[in-house]
């Protein structure tokens, strides 16, 4: 059996969210999509005492590892996000099946020698995507951090608790402002329902996307 | 004649806009702009409550959040809300309230027979009687929680929600009257992000009551005028309705907003209140004072009320509270009450002045305006029953401790009463900024903060207005500057700055008699404390503040002593003779004013309580019906009942169709770590009791992970996945327990070792087929396994394509027969099992839970980690001392040598037979070895797990039993409420012994 | 709720991380060598003092790391946060009654 | 001497505007040396005291409380009272306070409102369903009364709780201890102040001990704010303050103190007839007589010694209360506040002889030492008169920490209020 593309579920297709980002707003202060896809790796080594690493990872993806806190680098395609000092989030727009595994191996094999772990996290994680005039009025009613645009710029990541119990990094592309959540796959269904709750919550202000 | 009692003209209300409401039943009108209490006020209403002791009548006393009389419900049925304060209830279009605590109505309250027989309901009486006999206490207990409580909880769910929120500001200012304004101007001007919050609906606070004047025009007009550029500004959240009631660690500061209770028509899908849980960089706090009131004997009956409020009436509601007033006052400030009641028309019975010599500028002023003042006079008694009709004066004697002339009757229908102020310092105190005694104020005031926060205006003890403004500004911008900002500071405004001291302080105002024996002297009127309450404490021994509090209760209503505590202090001191600021205060503890559950809970609940968490299969298990059980935050199917079949059935079924030909379970949620690095190896040996260094790739071991007390923590299989590469699996509960004592060993103990570990839970979907017929399956759905037993023999895993994806299968069995775990990557986990589930048809493939996965392990002997462990269980007390390697340290090992560890008698793991098949033991059931006929028995040990099983033919169970290990086939004993079950101690391998089937 | 300086993240709300107890207590380095009673004294006993206390602490909806804090267990104070390994701060310590 | 309540000296009393009451306590200097030091007045140390006098004939004895007597956890607890523990060791212990407490209002003279109303743990999970069904086993064979109950009768007990909790913690069931309860708990510190008074026994507030003397390894006093007292024997009942007074004496003890949370609601009428524990959401509710629903949080995260509680404590249990009874969510919070706690690492107390000689530590209650006050402080009295453990203390020894007989009740107790 040949693998296909129309085997996968992605976590929150029970939802149908996937798409929702094309439909556009239409004049809501907050809409949330699923991306397609992604290559999520994550990836540990100690820069400092590895000094070839950062070089040997810009070979394969075209970036280096951002070794300020709670920054990312990248570009349009492909995303390194800080998540700890000696931990990161490789975040690649290619969604073939077997993409997870193939970069897996190229991140190793250009590794090779130094002490570090690569390991594929596409499946284990749920990205949702949250955009709109009203995305930090919305958010901040899930996350303890400072949402304010002064305080959490694009390029930066954070990661945090939302909700009760459940850990998210968040990474912030643009002014518009676009927020991508990573959250454990199994967690999708929740950050999305309480999103949803925050922005009845938040209702004064803005009308609310349905879905 | 509806609102009689409402001044032609003036009062921040609109007269546009008529407010129809009802009050115990009865309709009447009042205006946009009003609150309950002002509406019924200028509807002539004064008694409004009943106390909570002696259901003394009880009036309108205050108008604000200070209120401690007129507690009311308000709303019926599922919207209902209980002890609402009338003072801070606005009036809305068909709001319908009416009293608590009285029964059968306000008028004629049966519960005041206890005012008759108040004489023996001192305080504290509860702890002198109700103790013959002792049997007896449920039924006295029974008689008084029928007079418990005040209004009615809810008998409906609520039908509301609640928003909660965090959010973050630079400076937050709580209060926004004139110091609060100022500051949020300064703050705000400066760049800073500035949160002000006030209770009330309009932003102004006093200046809204007065008529003092700002920079020459109406003190309302500057208000408005400051609001309107703090609302230009987008760095400026203005939060009306908004109680700042907690102040917490690290300036974190709780707020509760209100924002539909106000209206008529409640918008179905808004939120009913929000609570902001701030972090602020610097506080100000600027929420005013509270005005006191004084203690004189009957001060309770309706009518009477705060100087402040009366005035507040008047001006702000444009109310009369009263036909003929009676000023009772110690301080100048309050005969601006005075004047302005007068020129609404109010009469002025005369103005009672506890101080020798009365003067002062409002004093002046109001003996110019032709008001009598009776100097170094106190109200010695009142009379009236549902409301103040008479009042008697008398001059005082120079001690103020007794009267020294002929009292004279003064008729009045109001009395309005000051005893100076107290500065709200309950923000400052909750963030244990220390309080300071002034004796000038006699009152406490905000000493040394502790936390960045600040006190300005009132609330810190400063009165004058352009004092309170100076304050408010300077406040605003150290806030500013403390927080990063520059500020340029504002020129100030100008306002009267009126003196009002010196003052007289008098606690206690006496009347003919000594106290307690004549009339109350109230203190705390909520809660019925009166000033004899306190000394009948003091006599008994009751001396710290802490005690008197709790044997009167004084301070401990809903309205938490706003009014009562300070007053309750100084007759303290008074009594004892010992200074006030020697006594200390009772503790300030949030919230400010009460605060709703539901804002706390928030969206928290319903669906969003916890997360749900689903595996990629949970659709297909939801459609085949299975019932689910919470495993953690998981929801795992728990058995697949068919049409008519009970869990009993179903069970039998899926336990025998996987033994006989082929089952299928969702192993999804076990815990996966990814574990890399040069020295995998040795921290797998350190964390598990077993050895691990000869472990190949391909290959797979059992391990168990004790915690440093020698208890067993948790147990799985771990994969070699290469060199230097490991995949551990950990129960599904106990994963992220698990990966943090990993990490925590790592990072803190043996930072030294190369490893990394990764969490890959959710990497993989996994579905275990079990059964004779697994391997064929297995087979068919592959291209590039070899499935052959010597080519994949048990315990270790394959590489390849199952169902066409990307597959790793492992070797490995929980149900003791044939079986492998096939992981995906999760997005393919419903494919998987759909296809498993097409492909398996010809076997009968049966989808099993989690109860079938208990008996199928239970047959094999194999332990649940929390079902046959409870954090009390060794390694060596399982039967697993082979497991506990003697070669190497272990977490947890140096434990297991303690004394108490090896001791032979500790519970041990067994099996239990019970004599009769068709017995199935309860779980939890206790084992002893001898039978008596009553309790106490000694218990040897319990169950721990318990089934029937179809392939056994019989029943049979787990147990923990003391020597067990040592007790294969003697007898044990259950005894149940009726009936006593015989056991037989087994080895707890029931099925398939030698492991035959495992390694088929 | 406390707001904890993350060596590495910065100053992030309590809710965000786990309490790990006393630090400076390494793990005996041959624990069968020694008496129960120390063995004991290293698994069960706390300092737990009144005052400037040496805590661990883990961001553990952060960066995963553990770290160690200076946190006055009275007031709440906190005097410096610090990695794994490294020299705590010099801090003026309390103790109380 | 003490004069007796009744509702005949309420009645004279009255008659006399109540100007005759004797004090309940006298508030004497400390004398110079005692023969037995009881350090804390909160209920444990008071009763200690007060069952020393009365069953051993040591009356020269001080209790000193650092600030008023029942201030500590005595006075900010949520008063649940039971003894359906899981294990002999505990059960024999619980069982034993509350023959005491049943027994506590007509030996003091002192209505302590000691009131059976039915505690109720809720089981919410089929582990919680195992566990709960062996600790009523194991309850039914040491003799206390302890029996299941199914779904329908918890909505029977509690008739406004929802028991499908939403389908994530629906209520499967329960324990109940009819003879469990609550009681005033202010009450029972005053009471047996009073009592212990009357056999001689002097309350020393507003005294902190701030160290020992300590000669060749015995103790031979303490050190106070109000100077140095001499004492043959010390037993020392602190509560959260264990650890302090055991880092003077020179020893560390298995205990870390923590803020355990509580907050009443407005009063309402009663609506709440049991007292309610739910462990699996951390949400324990009872209505007290004047009609506040009193409500106990969890402990905060971390050590802490300031009598309030963290922030997002309080959510998780007002949304807990939110949760199982919904219409509560209207109801109001009146007043919330915390007390330190002395958490073991097994959930059990310490009640021991010390490194010290004849210094004596009965602390690491944690949680729910309330309902113990009589039983541990008898027991303690015995201990200290005798210097040896009494039989229903011994299992709870320091030395158990060494040997590794710990008597877990974590499983069984969730929190053990
Ligand atoms: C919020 C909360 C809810 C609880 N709910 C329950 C419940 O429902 N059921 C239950 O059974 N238990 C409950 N508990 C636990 C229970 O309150 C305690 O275990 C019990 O009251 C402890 O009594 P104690 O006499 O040992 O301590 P305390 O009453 O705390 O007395 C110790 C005394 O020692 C004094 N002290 C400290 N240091 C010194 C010093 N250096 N010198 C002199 N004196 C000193 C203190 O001031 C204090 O008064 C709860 C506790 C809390 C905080
Ligand atoms: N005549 C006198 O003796 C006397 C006495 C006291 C005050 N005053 C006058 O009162 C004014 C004092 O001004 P100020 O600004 O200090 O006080 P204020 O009373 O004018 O304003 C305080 C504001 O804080 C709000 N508030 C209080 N606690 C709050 C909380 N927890 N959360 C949210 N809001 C809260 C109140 O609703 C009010 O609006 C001056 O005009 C002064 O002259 C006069
Ligand atoms: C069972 C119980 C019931 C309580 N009921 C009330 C009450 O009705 N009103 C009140 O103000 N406080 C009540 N409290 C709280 C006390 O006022 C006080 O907050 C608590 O004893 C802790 O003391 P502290 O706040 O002085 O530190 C109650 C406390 C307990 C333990
Ligand atoms: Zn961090």
């Known amino acids: 059996m040949p693998e296909t593309t129309s085997y996968r579920q992605s ?71 800080w998540l700890g000092p000696n931990e990161w989030q ?92 990573y959250c454990r796959r199994s967690f999708a269904e929740y950050v999305h329902a309480y999103l949803k709750d925050c922005a009845r919550g938040a209702c004064e202000d803005f009308a609310v996307l349905e879905g | 004649m509806a609102q009689r009692y409402r001044l032609d003209k003036g009062g921040r209300i609109d007269r546009d806009r008529p407010v129809d409401f009802t009050f115990n039943g009865r309709a009447y009108q009042g205006y946009a702009g009003d609150t309950l209490g002002s509406a019924l006020l200028a509807n002539g209403v004064h008694l409004v409550g009943r106390s909570f002791k002696y259901h003394r009548p009880r009036g309108i006393f205050s108008a604000g959040a200070e209120e401690a009389n007129a507690l009311v419900q308000v709303g019926e049925g599922a919207a209902t809300l209980a002890d609402l304060k009338a003072t801070q209830v606005e009036l809305y279009e068909g709001l319908s309230a009416r009293s608590v605590n009285c029964y059968p109505s306000l008028d004629f309250d049966i519960g005041e027979v206890n005012s008759l027989a108040s004489k023996l309901f001192p305080a504290g009486f509860y702890y002198k009687t109700f103790m013959w006999p002792q049997a007896g206490w449920p039924m006295y207990e029974r008689f008084i929680r029928k007079a418990a409580g005040l209004g009615e909880a809810p008998l409906e769910p609520d039908p509301d929600f609640y928003d909660k929120r965090y959010a973050h500001a630079d400076v937050l200012v709580a209060g926004a009257g004139p110091a609060g304004l100022a500051a949020a101007l300064a703050a705000a001007r400066s760049g800073a992000r500035v949160i002000l919050a006030d209770e009330q609906h309009e932003l102004g606070g006093s200046l809204l009551s007065g008529r003092d004047e700002v920079d020459g025009k109406p003190g309302s007009d500057w208000a408005a005028e400051a609001e309107r550029e703090l609302r230009a500004n987008e760095n400026v959240r203005i939060l009306p309705r908004s109680v700042v009631f907690g102040y917490y660690d690290h300036n974190w500061i709780d707020i509760l907003e209100n924002l539909s209770d106000h209206l008529a028509n409640k918008p179905a899908d808004a939120p009913r209140q929000r609570m902001w849980k701030v972090r602020a960089n610097q506080v100000v706090l600027a929420t005013g004072a509270i005005e006191r009131p004084l203690v004189f004997r009957d001060n309770d009956r309706p009518g009477i009320m705060l100087a402040s409020a009366a005035r507040s009436y008047v001006n702000r509601w444009a109310v009369r509270p009263g036909e003929s007033a009676v000023l009772f006052t110690n301080n100048d400030g309050a005969y601006a009450a005075a004047l302005d009641m007068k020129a609404a028309g109010i009469k002025i019975a005369a103005a009672v002045d506890l101080r020798a010599e009365a003067e002062g500028e409002l004093t002046q002023a109001a003996r110019d305006a032709g008001i009598e003042v009776l100097a170094g006079h106190g109200i010695a008694a009142t009379e009236g029953h549902k409301r103040v009709r008479r009042v008697k004066v008398a001059p005082l004697s120079a001690d103020g401790r007794s009267l020294a002339g002929e009292a004279r009757t003064l008729n009045c229908d109001l009395v309005a009463m000051s005893g100076g102020w107290n500065p709200t310092v309950h923000l400052h105190s909750q963030s244990r900024g220390k309080l300071r ?95 004899a309450d306190l000394q009948l404490a003091l006599r008994e021994g009751y001396t710290s503040v802490e005690h008197v509090k709790r044997y009167t209760t004084t301070g401990m209503g809903t309205d938490q002593g706003k009014t009562s505590n300070v007053n309750a202090l100084g007759v303290v001191s008074e009594f004892r003779g010992v200074p006030i600021e020697e006594l200390g205060v009772t503790t300030f503890r949030p919230p400010y004013t009460p605060v709703t559950f539901g804002a706390w809970g928030g969206r928290d609940v319903g669906d969003l309580f916890d997360p749900i968490r689903r595996t990629p299969m949970h659709s297909w ?18 058995y697949y009942p068919k049409a008519g079949e009970g869990m009993h059935e179903a069970v039998q079924r899926e336990s025998k169709a996987a033994r006989e030909s082929l089952g299928i379970l969702d192993a999804t949620t076990l815990g996966r770590i990814d574990i890399q690095g040069p020295d995998s190896a040795e921290f797998l040996n350190r964390v598990y009791t077993n050895g691990w260094k000869t ?71 996994t579905a275990a087929i079990a059964g004779p017929n ?40 929980f149900s ?28 009968n493939i049966t989808p099993y839970g989690t109860e079938t996965m208990h008996v199928l392990r239970a047959e094999k002997g194999f332990i649940i980690v929390g079902q046959e462990t409870d954090g009390t269980v060794t390694p060596v007390d399982l039967g697993m001392e082979k497991l506990c390697s003697t070669k190497k340290d272990f977490i947890g090992k140096r434990s297991l040598s303690r004394p108490d560890m090896q001791d032979p008698n500790r519970k041990q793991f067994v099996g239990l037979l019970p004599d009769d098949p068709n017995e199935v033991l309860e779980e939890g059931a206790q084992l002893v070895e001898t039978v008596k006929s009553q309790p106490p028995m000694d218990m040897v040990g319990h169950v721990t797990s318990s089934y029937m099983s179809p392939n056994l033919g019989r029943g049979f169970a787990l147990a923990l039993v003391k020597g067990g290990l040592h007790k294969h086939g003697q007898k044990v004993y259950a005894p149940m409420p009726g009936k006593t079950i015989a056991c037989t101690v087994t080895s707890p391998v029931f099925f398939d012994p030698e492991g035959e089937r495992l390694r088929a | 709720m406390l707001l904890i300086p993350c060596p590495y993240c910065g100053e992030r709300a309590e809710n965000e991380f786990s309490y790990g107890g006393e630090a400076h207590k390494p793990r005996p380095e041959v624990p069968e060598e020694i008496s129960d009673a120390t063995w004991a004294d290293y698994v069960f006993l706390q300092k737990n003092t009144k005052g400037t206390y040496y805590e661990r602490w883990i961001h553990s909806h952060g960066c995963r790391r553990w770290f160690n804090l200076v946190r006055d267990t009275l007031t709440h104070e906190i005097h410096g946060a610090y990695r794994m390994g490294e020299a705590p701060p010099k801090v003026d310590e309390k103790t109380y009654v | 001497m003490k004069a007796r309540y009744s509702i005949f000296s309420l009645a004279r009393n009255a008659l006399s505007s109540h100007e005759n009451w004797p004090q309940a306590w006298r508030s004497p200097e400390p004398k110079k040396e005692y023969d037995v030091v009881i350090v804390g007045g909160g209920g444990h140390g008071l009763v200690t005291a007060y069952y020393l006098a009365k069953e051993h004939g040591i009356t020269n004895v001080a209790v000193i409380e650092k600030g008023w007597l029942g201030g500590g956890n005595t006075g900010r607890n949520t008063t649940i009272v039971r003894s359906n523990y899981m294990w002999d060791e505990s059960a024999a212990l619980y069982e034993h306070s509350l023959k005491l407490w049943e027994n506590m209002t007509k030996e003091l003279n002192f209505n302590v409102m000691f009131s059976q109303r039915g505690v109720l743990n809720l089981a919410h999970t089929l582990n919680e369903v195992r566990i709960t069904k062996r600790r009523i086993h194991a309850n039914r064979l040491n003799g206390i009364d302890s029996e299941w109950v199914e779904p329908e009768q918890v909505k029977e007990w509690v008739p406004i709780i929802d028991l499908r909790g939403n389908g994530r913690y629906p209520v499967l069931g329960g324990s109940l201890q009819r003879r469990g309860g609550t009681a005033r708990h202010d009450a029972v510190a005053w009471g047996y102040a009073r009592a212990a008074d009357a056999l001689g026994v002097d309350i020393i507030q507003q005294c902190a001990v701030e160290g020992f003397d300590i000669e060749d390894g015995r103790v031979t006093g303490v050190r106070t704010s109000k100077g140095a007292i001499k004492a043959k024997k010390v037993g020392v009942v602190v509560a959260g303050h264990a650890g302090v007074l055991a880092n003077m004496a020179g020893f560390k003890l298995p205990i870390n103190s923590r803020p355990l949370q509580a907050l009443v609601s407005e009063p309402v009428k009663p609506c709440v007839h049991c007292v309610v524990m739910a462990g699996a959401v951390h949400a324990y509710i009872s209505q007290s007589d004047k009609g506040e629903l009193v409500i106990g949080a969890g402990t905060d995260a971390y050590n802490s010694y300031a009598q309030w509680g963290s922030n997002p404590v309080t959510e998780d249990t007002l949304a807990a209360i939110c949760e199982l009874y919904p219409l509560f969510r209207r109801m109001r919070m009146m007043r919330q506040w915390g007390g330190v706690v002395d958490t073991c690492p097994d959930a059990s107390p310490i009640i021991s002889t010390t490194p010290v000689k004849g210094l004596y530590f009965n602390c690491g209650w944690g949680t729910g030492g309330f309902k113990a006050t009589p039983g541990s402080g008898h027991i303690f009295a015995d201990t200290v008169a005798n210097d040896r453990p009494h039989p229903i203390a011994e299992p709870f020894s320091l030395e158990r920490f060494k040997t590794g007989f710990l008597i877990d009740e974590h499983a069984a107790a969730g929190v053990a209020h």
Request: charged share 20%; proline share 5%.
């Open chain 1, 11 to 81: 976590p929150l297709a029970p939802l149908g969210l996937a798409g929702q980002a094309a439909s556009g707003l239409n004049g809501a202060g907050i809409g949330v999509a699923e991306p397609d896809f992604r290559v999520l790796l994550d990836l540990r080594v100690e820069l400092d005492k590895q000094p070839g690493a950062q070089d040997a990872v810009e070979k394969v993806l075209g970036l280096r590892l951002p070794e300020t806190a709670n920054t990312a680098t990248g570009n349009a395609e492909r995303h390194a996000l």
């Open chain 1, 90 to 181: 490789i975040v690649i727009h290619d969604s073939r099946p077997e993409a997870g595994r193939e970069w897996t191996a190229k991140l190793r094999e250009a590794l090779q020698g130094i002490f570090c772990a690569v390991v594929d996290v596409s499946n284990a994680q749920a990205i949702l995507r949250v955009t709109g005039p009203a995305a930090r009025e919305v958010l901040e009613r899930a996350v303890p951090l400072d949402m304010h645009a002064g305080k959490f710029q694009p390029g930066e990541v954070k990661q945090t608790v939302f909700g009760r119990h459940c850990g998210v990094t968040l990474h912030l592309l643009d002014d518009a402002p676009t927020f991508d959540i």
């Open chain 2, 437 to 531: 005694f002034d004796a000038e104020l006699a009152t406490f005031v905000p000493d040394r903060a502790v936390q960045a926060e600040r006190s300005a205006g009132a609330c810190n003890g400063t009165f004058g207005l352009a004092d309170v403004l100076g304050e408010g500004f300077a406040a605003g911008e150290a806030a500013a500057e403390a927080a990063g900002f520059s500020v340029e500071k504002a020129p100030r405004p100008q306002a009267g700055n009126g003196k009002f001291l010196p003052a007289r302080w008098l606690w206690l105002t006496p009347s003919s008699k000594p106290v307690g024996h004549g009339g109350k002297h109230f203190v705390d009127f909520q809660n019925d404390v009166t000033a």
């Open chain 2, 621 to 638: 298990h939801a459609r085949a019906g299975a019932e689910f059980e919470n495993v953690g935050m998981w929801k795992r199917p728990w």
């Open chain 2, 695 to 765: 472990l190949k790739p391909g290959a797979i071991r059992y391990g168990l992970m004790l915690g440093e007390d020698g208890m067993v923590m948790d147990d799985g299989v771990t994969a070699c996945l290469g060199e230097n590469h490991y995949l551990m699996h950990t129960t599904s509960g106990g994963a992220a327990e698990v990966l943090a004592h990993l990490e925590e060993y790592l990072q803190t103990e043996w930072p030294e070792l190369q490893v990394y570990l990764t969490t890959v839970t959710e990497q993989y979907a």
């Open chain 2, 774 to 813: 697994a391997r064929k399956l297995l087979a068919e759905l592959t291209d590039d396994i070899d499935v052959d037993p010597d080519a994949f023999p048990f315990m270790s895993w394959r590489e390849g394509t199952v169902a066409g994806v990307w597959a790793r299968v492992m070797r490995i069995s």
């Open chain 2, 816 to 843: 003791g027969d044939l079986s492998f775990e096939i992981n995906v990557e999760a997005h393919n986990g419903l494919h998987l099992w759909q296809t498993l589930m097409n492909a398996g048809e010809k076997y």
